[in-house]
């Protein structure tokens, strides 16, 4: 095996990136893969918890990257998929105690052992940023529907191109279909145009990933929530098949959807 | 009144084209690092010197930043009064 290295990232904070990083992971084990998620904002580490392995940790990134524990030991198991480790980054730490080459160093001795490593960036253009970008293969941005959020999102494309790391593939986040249809959200294609980059990934905003963070249980281990199916569809677009994108408006004909059009002719 | 008639037409207006359209003029300054400010500059700089050789009309002139892909291009389309009328203004 020789792991792709598949780097998170999207310049604004809030976006869903630690979200997007544990939904593809999980996914990606789900469908047979062996998966290694790697926190890589130190100081201010979330993985852990929207994975559910928080009470887990025993060493994190930086013992690994200094040398006080061996790859096996850093590696958190998940019990509830066969394939799917993470890699901590601890909460107290500084984070100038990592180096883009220590990622790459670290990244090229997990690679024989695995399919994909996954590496969750932290928002900004900071260290933590070119610690995760440094090893990647493929960087995905993620980012929302939303002014602030593809401004940032085209800072960050530019940044991964001048960094030879492009072309950026972006995920687009938290699309609410009733405001996109009365042209009150940036559509994905107006997403698409502005930035000029290419799609891997919409996701629907859905209340059942608030629920599944709650329970640090991401969406895409099972059900058919329409996170959840999107998340499994840009996993399965990573391994390289061809998978259309959800039709975001046809659940506007379910009851909710008929419901809204009755309270606002024409409109919805 | 103005104030009011611009409301009226604004709240017609879908917030998300809105958007777009101020998307698209920041991500160019984002992009080629230049304020309105300099970008106006620039074009008049650029006219001056042009106009040093050839008589242009300022009022035909369009200058505009221009996006295909990522890459950024300056586009210039700066129509030439005919020599006729140039000699004849001499």
Same mark, same amino acid.
């Given at each position: 095996?020789?792991?792709?290295?598949v780097?998170?990232?999207?310049?604004?904070?809030?976006?869903?990136k630690?979200?997007?990083?544990?939904?593809?992971?999980?996914?990606l084990?789900?469908?047979?893969?062996?998966?290694?998620?790697i926190?890589?904002?130190?100081?201010?580490?979330?993985?852990?918890?929207?994975?559910?392995l928080?009470?887990?940790i025993v060493?994190?990134?930086?013992?690994?990257?200094e040398?006080?524990?061996?790859?096996?030991?850093?590696?958190?198991?998940?019990?509830?998929?066969?394939?799917?480790?993470?890699?901590?980054?601890?909460q107290?730490?500084?984070?100038?105690?990592?180096?883009?080459?220590?990622m790459?160093?670290?990244?090229?001795?997990?690679?024989?052992?695995?399919?994909?490593?996954?590496?969750?960036?932290?928002?900004?253009?900071?260290?933590?940023?070119?610690?995760s970008i440094?090893p990647a293969?493929?960087?995905?941005?993620?980012?929302?529907?939303?002014?602030?959020?593809?401004?940032?999102?085209?800072?960050?494309?530019?940044?991964v191109?001048a960094?030879e790391?492009?072309?950026?593939r972006?995920?687009?986040?938290?699309?609410?279909p009733?405001?996109?249809?009365?042209?009150?959200?940036?559509?994905?294609?107006?997403?698409?145009?502005l930035?000029?980059?290419e799609?891997i990934?919409?996701?629907p905003?859905?209340?059942?990933?608030?629920?599944s963070?709650?329970?640090?249980?991401?969406v895409?281990?099972?059900?058919?929530?329409?996170?959840?199916?999107?998340?499994?569809?840009?996993?399965?677009?990573?391994?390289?098949e061809?998978?259309?994108?959800?039709?975001?408006?046809?659940?506007?004909?379910?009851?909710?959807?008929?419901?809204?059009?009755l309270?606002?002719?024409?409109?919805? | 009144?103005?104030?009011?008639?611009?409301?009226?037409?604004?709240?017609?207006?879908?917030?998300?084209?809105?958007?777009?359209?101020?998307?698209?003029?920041?991500?160019?300054?984002?992009?080629?690092?230049?304020?309105?400010?300099?970008?106006?500059?620039?074009?008049?700089?650029?006219?001056?010197v042009?106009?040093?050789?050839?008589?242009?009309? %300022?009022?035909?002139?369009?200058?505009f930043?221009?996006?295909?892909?990522?890459?950024q291009?300056?586009?210039?389309?700066? %129509?030439l009064?005919?020599?006729?009328?140039r000699?004849r203004?001499?």
């Amino acid at each position: 095996m020789a792991a792709k290295v598949v780097t998170v990232t999207s310049g604004k904070g809030g976006v869903g990136k630690t979200t997007t990083t544990a939904n593809l992971a999980v996914a990606l084990a789900c469908q047979g893969q062996k998966v290694v998620c790697i926190d890589g904002d130190i100081g201010l580490t979330n993985l852990d918890v929207v994975l559910g392995l928080e009470n887990r940790i025993v060493y994190d990134l930086v013992d690994l990257v200094e040398g006080r524990c061996r790859l096996r030991q850093a590696m958190i198991k998940d019990k509830r998929i066969p394939e799917l480790y993470l890699i901590p980054a601890a909460q107290t730490r500084d984070k100038s105690a990592v180096s883009p080459s220590d990622m790459v160093r670290l990244c090229d001795e997990i690679r024989p052992e695995v399919d994909w490593i996954l590496i969750d960036s932290p928002a900004g253009i900071e260290r933590g940023f070119r610690n995760s970008i440094a090893p990647a293969d493929i960087v995905l941005v993620v980012t929302n529907p939303e002014v602030s959020a593809v401004r940032d999102a085209d800072r960050i494309i530019g940044l991964v191109e001048a960094e030879e790391k492009g072309p950026a593939r972006l995920i687009i986040n938290r699309v609410n279909p009733v405001l996109t249809k009365r042209g009150d959200m940036l559509d994905p294609d107006d997403v698409l145009e502005l930035l000029a980059v290419e799609l891997i990934g919409i996701i629907p905003e859905d209340e059942s990933v608030v629920v599944s963070t709650n329970r640090g249980q991401p969406v895409a281990f099972e059900g058919t929530s329409k996170a959840g199916v999107a998340f499994r569809n840009v996993a399965r677009r990573l391994q390289g098949e061809q998978v259309p994108f959800l039709n975001l408006q046809e659940n506007n004909n379910g009851f909710f959807g008929r419901f809204t059009r009755l309270l606002k002719p024409g409109r919805v | 009144m103005a104030n009011w008639l611009d409301r009226i037409l604004k709240t017609n207006s879908k917030s998300a084209d809105e958007a777009k359209e101020r998307l698209k003029l920041v991500l160019i300054q984002d992009r080629t690092n230049l304020t309105p400010g300099q970008l106006e500059a620039m074009k008049n700089e650029l006219l001056e010197v042009i106009s040093r050789y050839v008589e242009i009309d %300022p009022k035909a002139v369009s200058i505009f930043m221009d996006q295909e892909g990522r890459e950024q291009r300056l586009v210039a389309d700066i %129509p030439l009064k005919p020599a006729a009328s140039r000699r004849r203004t001499r």
